[in-house]
């Protein structure tokens, strides 16, 4: 089990695809640019220092940085990728490609984490709780409207006084709140 220092470490909350702009499509132009930019923005973390990642897991936002994170492996040995899993059936449902995906990350990362056995009203939101905790840094893929997780993720992270990153999926622009007491401050509009 690896030992999570908070000041080292970042960790992910982000859309499904259902609520992503380009959906499952992941060639679309705008999906291409938005997995450029969280390669950055990750770069940019370790470049800070960070040295472990966590990730939910779940299929959209989290399974595509989880990605990048194993990528960036080749490029930097000493990051760990840290999968914490809100129950064990979390991919049950899932088509066979992410399903794939999905189990493709857990072999590969350097550790999981499982919130529950079996599947509770609250294990979603326990993980993410787990994944804030954890960590100093959050890098979220909001589009700025839902209500759910990834904006309770956010707001919670916000309360909490962790450095966030928000990259919004519609226009992919990175607001930055090193102080969550304050509004985020627009740094960068790519494309």
Same mark, same amino acid.
């Given at each position: 089990? *690896?030992?999570? %220092? ?18 499952? #499509? ?10 450029? $930019? $969280? ?6 973390? *370790? ?6 990642? *966590? ?5 959209? &936002? ?7 994170? $194993? #990528? ?16 064990? #059936? ?5 088509? !066979? !490609? ?10 590969? @990362?350097? +550790?999981?984490? $499982?919130? @529950? ?8 939101? !326990? ?5 804030? +905790?954890?960590?100093?840094? &959050? *890098?979220? &893929? %909001? ?6 997780? =990834? /904006? ?16 919004? /999926? ?6 930055? /709140? +090193?102080?969550?007491? =304050?509004?985020?401050?627009?740094? @960068?509009?790519?494309?």
């Amino acid at each position: 089990m *690896i030992t999570l %220092y908070k000041n080292k470490t970042c960790c992910f909350t982000g859309h499904r695809p259902m609520r992503l702009p380009f959906g499952f #499509e992941e060639e679309h132009p705008l999906c291409i640019a938005l997995k450029k $930019l $969280l390669k950055r923005e990750i770069q940019k973390k *370790i470049e800070q220092g960070c040295i472990d990642f *966590i990730t939910g897991a779940a299929w959209g &936002v989290d399974i595509i940085c989880a990605e990048i994170v $194993l #990528e960036l492996k080749k490029q930097y040995p000493e990051i760990n990728l840290i999968c914490v899993i809100p129950h064990e #059936e979390q991919a049950t449902k899932w088509n !066979e !490609e992410y399903r794939t995906r999905y189990f493709g990350i857990i072999d590969q @990362s350097d +550790d999981m984490i $499982l919130i @529950s056995y079996q599947y509770t009203p609250t294990c979603f939101h !326990e993980r993410n709780r787990y994944m804030v +905790d954890n960590a100093m840094h &959050v *890098i979220a &893929v %909001y589009n700025g409207n839902e209500k759910g997780g =990834t /904006s309770y993720t956010i707001e919670y992270a916000r309360k909490k006084g962790r450095n966030v990153t928000v990259i919004n /999926s519609n226009d992919l622009t990175v607001e930055q /709140s +090193d102080n969550p007491r =304050t509004k985020f401050t627009v740094i @960068s509009r790519d494309r």
